[in-house]
């Protein structure tokens, strides 16, 4: 009699944990397709972001050269936006920009590419660990702080060896830019480096060919699509970089070539014109847009050259 009152009981029992087997599994599975979709919202904020901006910039560019004709704006020499006969020529900037980018890169890419050479072909295990961690703090250092190194050590430094350098001038921000970037090179290179394989290394040793010759023959053509992505991504870096050169190289819109002189480039020119002088629909409004989407097509140019670039020269191993 008393299997006879148990049997029901369990039979109930293994129902109830089917039933509950049942519902868990309903439950993954609707939040197993629920992932994708969420997943996907999130990776679509970055894309609406990016969308947002562009739009923003294409209408409030269109505004401006429909006030300023567009061959006027990429063609003019001089910039005199508050003057009483405004003129909006974008060369003064492009040429402050470009000239403070070169400097930079001829300072950080001969120091960092030989900081990469070191770390990967050189430097032990326990170095490497020491120096890298060492050698990236540069580029935890906020932008600010090296504007004013620029503008309170290293022009007075240069000024003491070369007195014709102006009090703000172009070569200094270019010099601290370029100390800004090495991390950054020297990191990305080293990475490529070390990705080759060590094979490759010891067969150029087993041939007879030296450290030196193994590495600039062997391991560096090898590693040549990162090693070119990083100085490209440098030169992104340099050119949309702000503070710096706001602080170090001035507000003189001079188009010239000359290092020793006051220079403005199109992140300080953004910076000055958002400042509050400018009110919103007046003509330098605008021109902020169309300088800041001048900028941003050559930042996305610049950025489509390196993924054009590590896919061109990307070696497979």
């Known amino acids: 009699m008393a299997d006879n009152h148990t049997k029901p009981s369990n039979a109930v029992h293994v129902r109830e944990m089917i039933h509950q087997k049942k519902k868990v599994k309903n439950f993954s599975q609707v939040l197993e397709k629920s992932i994708p979709v969420f997943l996907f919202l999130f990776a679509l904020i970055s894309i609406l972001t990016t969308a947002g901006i562009i739009y923003t910039l ?31 020529g974008v060369l003064p900037l492009l040429s402050g920009t470009i000239i403070s980018s070169v400097i930079a890169m001829l300072v950080a890419g001969p120091i960092g590419m030989m900081a990469a050479i070191y770390l990967s072909e050189y430097a032990s295990d326990n170095v490497r660990r020491t120096l890298k961690p060492l050698l990236e703090v540069l580029a935890g250092i906020p932008t600010i702080v090296y504007g004013f190194f620029a503008f309170t050590f290293v022009t007075p430094l240069i000024r003491s060896i070369w007195p014709e350098v102006e009090a703000t001038n172009i070569l200094s921000p270019g010099i601290v830019m370029g100390i800004m970037i090495i991390p950054m090179i020297a990191s990305l290179s080293e990475d490529a480096m070390t990705s080759v394989p060590n094979s490759m290394r010891e067969g150029a040793l087993a041939l007879g060919a030296t450290k030196l010759e193994s590495t600039f023959k062997v391991v560096i053509p090898a590693a ?11 030169i992104s870096r340099a050119i949309g970089e702000t503070m710096i050169v706001t602080i170090a190289s001035g507000s003189s819109k001079n188009f010239t070539f000359d290092i020793t002189q006051s220079m403005q480039t199109m992140t300080a020119y953004i910076v000055e014109v958002s400042g509050g002088e400018a009110p919103a629909g ?32 990307r070696e497979e191993y």
């Open 282 to 313: 007046s003509t330098i409004y605008y021109s902020l847009y169309a300088v800041a989407m001048t900028l941003f097509v050559f930042t996305l140019l610049m950025n489509l050259l390196a993924r054009y670039v590590s896919r061109k020269f």
């Open 224 to 234: 040549l699509s990162g090693i070119i992505a990083s100085f490209v991504l440098g």
């Open 58 to 88: 294409f209408i409030e560019t269109i505004e401006f050269f429909k006030i300023v004709p567009i061959w006027e704006f990429f063609t003019g020499t001089v910039l005199k936006p508050m003057s009483q006969n405004p003129e909006f």
